[in-house]
């Protein structure tokens, strides 16, 4: 079971990702709907999901889907793939968006039972077996890292060292060299502020630290519950 302190640890820094694939069976007037869920750190890897889809189940009437990748704001799409307009992949979408769910791709598969649902009826079927593979799915929390690369003059080291407290800053990497030392540091994105403070006071510059930008995972935090 995961720890409930986790999130709390991190001061609730980071956003909701999917940890692992859920899956969930809806019937309605003898449709089928079975909504899977699952990581998708990009675009390429929510694509290839519904794809992966398409291949389990070819004899099924529509692969309707929804994912949201990366951070904030996350890159979001819907599709409706054949369903009348608004009907099917915003639904899913809007499951995803009331989880507050990133990094994660939902494909819904229905195999048409014969009876018209309507408009209604496949908007509530199509979010309903979505918000059921969620309530099955394992979340974690990631927290945004910064990537930071120094040279620097040996003179220099044992400062910047002072600044390696993990797990807000970690030393990723370290070479040697003549007259010049090569250092990774790893920077969780709420201290990037301090710690670039910190190295301009050494002389040290490093673009982007400073200011909101692109910034990779850390490990991902397990939370208590599920989706």
């Known amino acids: 079971m995961a720890d409930p302190g986790a999130a ?5 820094l980071g956003y909701r990702v999917a940890a692992a694939e859920a899956r969930a069976e ?4 003898g449709s089928r709907f079975l909504a899977v869920v699952a990581p998708a750190g990009d675009e390429a890897a929510a694509q290839a999901w519904v794809d992966r889809l398409r291949g389990e189940h070819p004899d099924a009437t529509h692969h309707c889907y929804a994912w949201r990748v990366g951070g904030e704001p996350p890159r979001e799409r819907a599709a409706d793939a054949g369903e009348p307009s608004g009907t099917a992949g915003p639904p899913i979408l809007a499951a995803l968006r009331g989880r507050e769910l990133h990094d994660v791709a939902a494909v819904v ?3 048409f039972g014969g ?3 309507g408009k209604g009826g496949l908007v509530r079927a199509y979010g309903g077996a979505a918000r ?9 929390r990631r927290v945004p890292r910064y990537a930071v690369e120094l040279s620097l003059g040996y003179e220099q080291l044992g400062p910047v060292m002072r600044l390696v407290h993990p797990p807000h800053v970690e030393l990723a990497g ?3 060299g003549e007259g010049v030392v090569h250092l990774r540091l790893s920077v969780r994105a709420d201290q990037r502020r301090e710690v ?6 050494l002389g040290l510059s490093v673009d982007g ?3 909101d930008g692109p910034a990779a995972g850390d490990p991902d935090v397990p939370q208590a519950g599920s989706g």
């Open 8 to 12: 709390a640890e991190d001061g609730g």
């Open 196 to 201: 670039a403070a910190a190295l301009a006071d």
């Open 109 to 111: 598969v229905r195999w």
């Open 209 to 211: 630290l400073a200011t």
């Open 132 to 140: 059921l593979a969620l309530d099955a799915l394992p979340v974690a």
């Open 115 to 117: 009876v018209k649902l």
């Open 174 to 176: 370290e070479r040697y």
């Open 26 to 29: 809806l019937r309605e007037k």
